[in-house]
């Protein structure tokens, strides 16, 4: 039985039972070190799987032994509570856009401190008998738009000796009743009011027409109520 036999030549049986003997002897160590590493690892495990168990072990009781809620709705697992069920409020914001600014209030009266009256004439000299062109001015002077009455019987214009000692002739001696007479005047706006004179006196309550004046140097002046202007100069030839 241990000498080959066949055909071939034995040392091709010897080489072959060789190569069968290494083969098992590599076979049996190959098993014994995975047997070993396989034992070696559950050794090695198990303090740590022991471990693991200890300090799972107390939360779990702890779970168990735990009250249950006293209030809210339970839900299955892996869902929420009702109370994270509910939605956070949303921030209250309060809106910063500002409506368009209120209109401005409705022009008042204007003050006399911004009204300023000037009385004019439309050339400085003129021929006994001609007609003189006089004129009122009545300027808004001040810095906001305002309401001016400027009825007629509180317009007036006069005219005078050089020295302003003497009074000649005035608008408001003789004219007609008009009704009232309010404007807006925009800062540095002008009303203008005139008249052309006949180059005669006059008298209050329209007393006929006095005599006409002679050559000689004169001063118109311009009033509005209370407000009166500075004598403008002319002369008649």
């Known amino acids: 039985m241990i000498e080959p036999q066949g055909p071939l030549d034995p040392s091709v049986y010897w080489r072959r039972r060789?190569?069968?003997?290494?083969?098992?002897?590599?076979v049996v160590v190959l098993l014994a070190v995975i047997i070993t590493a396989w034992l070696g690892h559950?050794?090695?495990?198990?303090?740590q799987g022991v471990?693991?168990?200890?300090n799972v072990a107390p939360t779990s009781s702890k779970r168990?032994?735990?009250s249950p809620p006293t209030s809210g709705t339970i839900t299955a697992a892996g869902g929420s509570s009702s109370s994270s069920a509910s939605?956070?409020?949303?921030?209250?914001?309060?809106?910063?856009?500002?409506?368009?600014?209120?209109?401005?209030?409705?022009?008042?009266?204007?003050?006399?401190?911004?009204?300023?009256?000037?009385?004019?004439?439309?050339?400085p000299s003129y021929r006994v008998g001609q007609s003189p062109l006089l004129t009122l001015v009545v300027t808004n002077s001040g810095p906001v738009a305002c309401k001016r009455e400027v009825t007629r019987q509180l317009r007036e214009l006069l005219v005078f000796t050089a020295d302003g000692s003497t009074r000649l002739w005035s608008s408001s001696d003789c004219y007609y009743q008009q009704p009232a007479d309010t404007r807006l005047l925009q800062p540095g706006e002008q009303a203008t009011?005139?008249?052309a004179w006949a180059g005669r006196t006059s008298s209050p309550n329209c007393a006929p027409s006095g005599a006409p004046?002679?050559?000689?140097?004169?001063?118109?002046?311009?009033?509005?109520?209370?407000?009166?202007?500075?004598p403008t100069p002319f002369k008649l030839t």
């Open 18 to 26: 060789a190569f069968a003997l290494g083969g098992s002897i590599l």
């Open 213 to 230: 004046l002679p050559a000689g140097d004169y001063v118109v002046v311009g009033k509005l109520g209370s407000l009166t202007s500075h």
């Open 51 to 54: 471990a693991n168990r200890q």
């Open 87 to 123: 939605p956070a409020p949303a921030p209250t914001t309060t809106s910063t856009t500002t409506g368009p600014p209120p209109p401005p209030p409705p022009p008042g009266p204007c003050p006399d401190t911004a009204i300023t009256v000037e009385a004019r004439i439309a050339q």
């Open 64 to 66: 168990l032994t735990s």
């Open 193 to 195: 009011f005139s008249i």
């Open 42 to 47: 559950g050794s090695s495990a198990d303090p």
